[in-house]
């Protein structure tokens, strides 16, 4: 896996990481973007556009980044209590 080229220009991204998961059907490689969004839509501090925000740019991130990962994966430093 190549090391990232570009840093992900994003106020609500902490943390890229990547990872493996591995399954019956295989192996896949997984982005890994830690973010300080909620992501639970139901919270009442969920920012839909800034998630969306996020959301689209994470695979031109990705195209530029890392040459065999198929996967993104948001998780949050946030609590998900609603």
Do not use: Q, W
């Amino acid at each position: 896996m190549k090391a990232s080229k570009m840093p992900l220009k994003n106020p609500h991204v902490s943390f890229v990481s990547y990872s493996l998961e591995v399954s019956g059907t295989g192996m896949v490689d997984v982005m890994v973007l830690e973010t300080d969004l909620h992501l639970n839509s139901r919270h009442p501090r969920y920012n839909a556009a800034a998630v969306n925000a996020l959301v689209k740019e994470a695979p031109a991130y990705l195209a530029a980044s890392a040459n065999h990962v198929t996967h993104i994966r948001l998780t949050t430093t946030r609590g998900g209590e609603i």
